[in-house]
């Protein structure tokens, strides 16, 4: 967080929107629709970043936010018949509300308490999703019905279902997230969240409002993670509850503690490296988990700061 | 083709006789050095590629592993037949850790990765309705054994077929007419509370209707409990038979407190062996299970009856008299569902003979082949008994199996007709574009 001129960051963080822009004709098709994916995945662990990393609010419930855009979104296609735009504002929509209401209740507490709370309040999420089976297909999920997934410009039609598309689409959302994270973390809010998570306290002594600008994080994060889960829906074409259980609410943190916490990179980084350690591995090792672990152990031993914090630390200390 | 520059222009040169004859010639040359005749045999023989989307980790494991024997055994036996249009039968096994999410992935892979001719073998049904967008996407034939009702719903796509086990709607509408006539008129639901439970709960109800009895209590469960002792009490007094469907670890102490709460004076039990597959029935703690009924698929015991084929399909996967592994009793397998590994692996072989399946390119025709099926006979393909097949719903109908619990293993008391599970379809997959 030095004060370097603005033009590294933005040239690298363009650099990497280039790059994957570049990659999305040089890929073999099937590391390209992998990278269409984890592209959508990271945007996710972006949202998770904002809270854990600026803000240090470990949360265990970050699931509920990806699944509200998911379902969100899913449903109104599903049960409404409502356009992709549409449907994309709805997932949206459900998840900035769902984090407002949240980050209400739960930024009363603070630290391991934040933890459970956020957790439990996920788990409610994901009993709802299986009590309302009827309309959500509870367990099973639902297809998303491959006609109806077309995105309607004018006189141009998208089918999100092409390979192409589908990647173009997921980079836009992904590079949109990317620079709305670097401004946020080069503002003056980014630092403010930054002050809170380093002493909330001397923060508040200094007249901030540290309540308000916690809840606004939640909003902004959980809203992210939300328009993951809706382009998750729209793109891939199924919603189900196994994206609302607890494993999802790990999953954002371990890629952002791979990655590196509170680095706008980190999280496609991390997402990035624990697709292809699980892709690769589960093709030697039915134990490809295992191997998961033992790389997590290795990071956190030699990188505690994860790949792109620990490059920051030792070579590169303006990586945003 | 009409390069001004001339170089594709044909108009400016006419084929004569001895050019043609020149290109003949060399054509014939061609065709009959080494290389290429070895580049023909290696087009015609290379192996058929088979993506089996297996659940070797996660909830499913248990199943994934019998999954995969059976679907050895049944490629062993195909391809010591010569194969599938002569060319051998190569299965290509990627780990979906029964998630939904990952499941999609996997199908991705074998399309564009391993460039497998279709994709098989998926059990759970969240990982098949997760997967169906990328198969149908990807214009990948998906072969589930998964013997959910979405298949036959006609809610996936064109690309997923179900044609080696009965679906669940079938299953249960089958089982009304021996209930109704044997166990009892007044039935008490007991199920988990999701998806598995809710097709008991939705199609139980009508089909015994239909054969005169009722369903008097539906009793769902919540999937985090761990303990039942409290919801028997909800059982209606004057019910004559409790059907149970609950599964997963959890079944065991659902029985034991169910015996607890009854002792011996129980009303008929009903179940569906899914609940205790690969689980031996003589755990401790199932005793009160002993002269209920349940559903099979497939016999887990050896049966007196049993045909030649069954027999001979039972030596292939490797299982013994008690359905349990050759050589360890206590790997019990799932055999009630893993027949249908081995017989869809036969549908497919079928079809794509039928359809003179080539390669990838061919694949359209296949899902065409496959729906023009009609009926699988009894015998060595199909030794779980004769079937049908709705091309139109890309779903198999098959005889089902009631047995009893009596001396610690489970006797057939009952076989269904095919006919006592048909239903109207839901739909027309030919009606979606290839």
Known sequence: MKDASPAKPYALHLGVIA???????????????????????????MGYNLLFGYVGLLSLGHAMFFSAG?????????????????AFAAGFACGALLALVIGLLALRTSGVAFMIVTMMFAQVFYLVILYLAAWTGGDQGMVVPQPMRVLVLGS??????????????????FSIVLLISLAIVRSGYGRVLVAIRENEERTKMLG????????????????????????????????????????????????????????????????????????????YTSAYLL?????????????????????????????? | MTD???????????????????????????????????????QSSAPIKIGFQSHRTGIGAAYGRWYEKTTAAAVKAINDAGGINGRQVEVIIEDDGTDPGRGAEVVGKFASQHKTDIVYGTLFSHVVIGSAPAAGEAKMPYFVVSEGHHVASTKLNRYVFQPGITDVKSQIQSMAPWIAANAGKK???????????????????????????????????????????????????????????????????????LGEFYGSNRP?????????????????GLEFLDGSHFWEGSPRYAQPDDSPAQKAYRAAVGIDDNGAAVGDPKDVSTAAHMFGCWETLYVVKKAMEDAGYKGPEDRAKLVEATEALTEFADGPEHPQGPKTFNGKIHQCFGIQNISKVEGGRLNVVHKTKIEDGLYEPEGDYTTQAL
């Open chain 1, 70 to 86: 998911l379902y969100g979104a899913g449903l109104a296609v599903i049960h409404l018949g409502w356009s992709v735009p549409a």
């Open chain 1, 19 to 45: 790059l994957l822009f570049t990659l999305s004709f040089v890929l073999p098709e099937y590391h390209h629709g992998l990278l269409a994916r984890i592209m959508v995945l990271a945007v996710f662990a």
């Open chain 2, 268 to 284: 008929q039990l009903f179940g569906f062996i899914d609940s205790l597959e690969a689980t031996d029935i003589n755990s401790p």
């Open chain 1, 291 to 320: 191997i998961v672990g033992i790389a997590l152990i290795l990071l956190v031993l030699f990188f505690p700061r994860g790949i792109l914090g620990s490059i920051r630390q030792r070579w590169l200390g303006w990586l945003p």
């Open chain 2, 187 to 257: 039935v008490t639901q007991i199920f988990p509370d999701f998806a598995f439970g809710y097709d008991h709960r939705d199609y139980l109800p009508p089909a015994l209707k239909a054969q005169g009895a009722e369903v008097i209590a539906q009793i769902a469960i919540p999937p985090t409990e761990s303990s039942f002792t409290k919801y028997f009490p909800q059982i209606p007094a004057e019910t004559e038979v409790i059907y149970h469907v609950m599964v997963g670890p959890a079944v065991l102490t659902f029985v034991k407190e």
């Open chain 1, 156 to 173: 141009t039609s998208l089918d999100l279902t092409n390979p192409t598309v589908r990647y173009m689409s997921a980079l836009t959302l």
């Open chain 1, 208 to 283: 901030y409002d540290t309540f308000s600008n916690k809840l606004a994080a939640v909003v902004i994060s959980g809203s992210i993670c939300a328009a993951s889960g809706a382009a998750y829906a729209l793109l891939f074409g199924y919603v189900g509850s196994s994206f609302a259980s607890v494993q999802y609410s790990i999953l954002p943190l371990l890629w952002v503690l791979l990655g590196g916490a509170a680095t706008t990179l980190g999280p496609l980084i991390g997402t990035l490296f624990m697709y292809y350690v699980i892709d690769v591995a589960s093709g």
């Open chain 2, 4 to 42: 001004k520059n001339g170089f594709f222009d044909l108009s400016r040169s006419a084929l004569t006789r001895r050019t043609a004859l020149k290109g003949l010639a060399a054509g014939a040359g061609l065709a009959v050095a080494p290389g290429f005749v070895r580049y023909s045999q290696a």
